[in-house]
């Protein structure tokens, strides 16, 4: 059924209802004579007369009560469905799919979990933690959560907390069997822990940067994988040197049980952000997210 004809079927209900043009014209918002045209069309579509006119009163006619009584649920259901979007968008509900990466999940994400959920209880978040790169529109998703350099330019970003910084450390245990690297082309000569790219299979290679200079290196080791967890307990165990989020490592080293080195070759960069497709309409739990997230923290 096209608009139109939903319209039509509104404005002989409306008439049906109020029997009287003028009164119908005035609850539709449209004069009486386009009302009167209106029903003449839908008469003219279906062939039959649903309303008896005299100059001074408007009466149903036996085909219009009997398509009436047909079509008033299925009005009053349209009006049931307009009625509840309209409430979905002022009290979001449903699920919100969301691909993060574990870093993201665990420090910036997991903490909104419990004061998301009191504020609006009725949307479920469904969290995918994957550190590859995917495209999120092809996964089924809603949005992601991922630093802001591998968001791709088509993509709506909001920035998710501060600025990054990636830390080398390692033990007192390591440095004190192989010597403390003082600039990042030591490295080369030392046991470092790699971190494999989940999405590419290569390995991490540092980055550094310091006044303007900027340099990435290839770094030699005993190990590599791609979680990043147990590459910091084998810095713990002086297993070697490791490159880490400073999320992941910042207690440790505050602790005293990392060593933090070359910190003038590790300044801060954008850190992470949610972004999600260029949409017109952005569903009501998304906007509710992404409404929270921007909102100022107590």
Known sequence: ?????????????????????????????????????????????????????????????DAGASLLARILPALAELDVAVDDLTRNRESPHGVLRLNVTRDAALHYIAPLIAPFSAACPAVMLDITVDDRLVDIVAGGFDAGVRLGETVARDMIAIRLGGAQRMMVVAAAAYLDRHGTPSSPRDLGRHRCLNYRWP?????????????????????????????????????????????????LVRDHVAAGRLRHLLAAWSPPFPGFYLYHPSRRQVPPALRAFIDFIMRPQG
């Open 1 to 61: 059924m096209r608009g139109r004809d939903v319209a039509e079927l509104r404005a002989f209900a409306a008439v049906a209802e109020h029997e009287s043009f003028a009164r119908a014209a005035a609850h539709l918002g449209m004069t009486p004579s386009a009302l009167s045209q209106t029903i003449r069309t839908l008469e003219d579509r279906l062939g039959v007369r649903l309303l008896n006119r005299t100059t001074r009163s408007v009466a149903i006619s």
């Open 199 to 247: 999405t590419s299979g290569a390995p991490y290679r540092w980055e550094f940067s310091r006044d303007g200079e900027a340099l990435t290196v290839a770094v030699p080791g005993p190990v590599i994988t791609n979680a990043p967890d147990m590459l910091v307990r084998a810095a713990l165990d002086g297993a070697g040197i490791g490159c880490f989020f400073a999320d």
